[in-house]
């Protein structure tokens, strides 16, 4: 069954997925370049812990290129949560793609500083992309937009919500930050966030 379409994102009229199979069903497409410039764009921003401000800020930007629904949250100087939200047509269940900006290390370290992969300067060797903070977990925030992107791209429209945040810690307790987050409808509040977590860290790296 073909799945009902939605609005194509601004700037991209009169595209749709080609659907080879004819089968109807949308053909759902990861642009790898847009993914890796995605990724590259987030090394390039310096968000230690505690210092994460930056990092909420392009992770607004790129939710507002898609028309998501965005929520900012000032939780001290220089951290911020930013929530991106891609309303559904409504009666699903809502996702959640969970992940912290914050990275590990600073690459200031003096055992660090001139050790190529923990600096903020993404390169591509061996097709592989490195940087400070793409394994934990740039690299999977970058993957969260691109999913909502692609779903945009191919016209899929979803019952539920997927939620896509930018948090200063790991987790639930960004999901907790929000969710007490007085300009939040008070439905919300009441309730969990998400019916769906998902989390994509690896915690052993920058």
């Not at 934990?136 to 945040?165: F, H, I, S």
């Not at 007085?182 to 860290?201: C, F, G, H, K, M």
């Amino acid at each position: 069954r073909e799945l009902p379409g939605c609005d194509p994102p601004a700037g991209r009229e009169g595209s749709r997925p080609h659907d080879e199979s004819g089968s109807g069903v949308s053909i759902v497409t990861i642009d790898r370049d847009r993914l890796v410039d995605t990724a590259s764009r987030m090394i390039g921003v310096h968000s230690f812990t505690g210092d994460e401000e930056a990092m909420a800020r392009l992770m607004v930007e790129l939710f507002e290129e898609r028309g998501l629904q965005v929520q900012w949250q000032q939780v001290e100087d220089n951290r911020a949560n930013a929530l991106g939200t891609w309303r559904g047509q409504g009666g699903g269940k809502t996702l959640m793609f969970n992940g912290h900006m914050d990275t590990s290390y600073s690459g200031r370290e003096p055992w660090l500083k001139d050790v190529p992969g923990f600096q903020p300067d993404p390169f591509i060797e061996d097709g592989r992309l490195y940087g400070l903070g793409i394994s934990n977990m740039k690299g999977a925030l970058a993957c969260y937009v691109e999913a909502v992107r692609a779903l945009q791209d191919a016209r899929v429209a979803l019952a539920g919500d997927v939620m896509t945040p930018g948090g200063i810690e790991a987790l639930g307790v960004a999901a907790a930050r929000f969710s007490d987050d007085p300009t939040l409808p008070e439905a919300r509040r009441r309730q969990q966030l998400a019916d769906w977590i998902t989390v994509s860290a690896q915690p052993l790296f920058a």
